[in-house]
């Protein structure tokens, strides 16, 4: 039987995985990787693995590094959204750093708007509901002051200011705080005062996070 090895070695800006008959080293299979899809902990491996079966080796590596790596640097994006890539991935990186739950995030965008970055919706009391998270106006001066938004209309803003909101009602269980983005935290205890712990709006983003999780499946 002839013994095969498999080498793991960093060229440059790559990673080398290849296999290569011992007795025979003109012969051999070999793949490139660029280094930026692997997790740090693969990047610095050195060493030579001998095995019987390089093929099965190979494998195991590509599923439990590359792939694997790849899918989660771009777990953000879901081509079945009607939202750009660019922006979906700006929402997660955002969701990210107020600590907000992506999935909550794309679903209150799509029951409030309908992914439709130009969505805009007038009240009877004169307000208005604005963009992707249909942001209200009265909300601006609050938020060009905290945020530094300057155009509700611009989807980046408008997603900065979502997800803002959204992370201020962390501390709430999911139906309340759902009702709260919806009616505002007052309207929510208003609510809850009347025994009514759920709304059509709540549910509705709930069965929306469900089915915004299979299209991750």
């Known amino acids: 039987m002839n013994i095969k090895k498999i080498v793991i070695s960093a060229i440059g800006t790559n990673l080398i995985i290849s296999?290569?008959?011992?007795?025979?080293?003109?012969?051999?299979?070999?793949?490139?990787?660029?280094?930026?899809?692997?997790?740090?902990n693969i990047v610095h491996i050195k060493q030579i693995i001998t095995a019987t079966n390089d093929i099965d080796l190979?494998?195991?590596i590509m599923n439990k590094t590359t792939k694997k790596s790849i899918n989660n640097k771009e777990s953000y994006y879901l081509s079945e959204i009607p939202l750009s890539k660019e922006l979906q991935k700006y929402l997660y990186n955002t969701c990210n750093k107020y600590k907000v739950n992506y999935n909550e995030a794309l679903a209150i965008i799509s029951v409030e708007s309908n992914y439709n970055v130009n969505a805009i919706h007038k009240n009877n009391n004169s307000t208005i509901d604005i963009g992707l998270f249909q942001i209200n106006s009265s909300n601006y001066k609050n938020l060009r002051e905290t945020l530094n938004i300057k155009n509700l209309k611009n989807p980046y803003d408008n997603i900065k200011a979502g997800v803002y909101i959204l992370s201020k009602l962390q501390s709430l269980n999911q139906h309340q705080r759902y009702i709260a983005y919806n009616q505002g935290v007052g309207g929510m205890k208003k609510m809850i005062s009347r025994g009514i712990y759920t709304t059509e709006y709540s549910r509705k983003v709930i069965r929306e996070i469900s089915n915004i999780k299979k299209m991750k499946n």
Do not use: G, R
């Open 19 to 40: 296999s290569i008959l011992c007795n025979q080293p003109k012969q051999s299979n070999w793949l490139e990787v660029p280094i930026n899809t692997l997790p740090n």
């Open 58 to 60: 190979m494998e195991t």
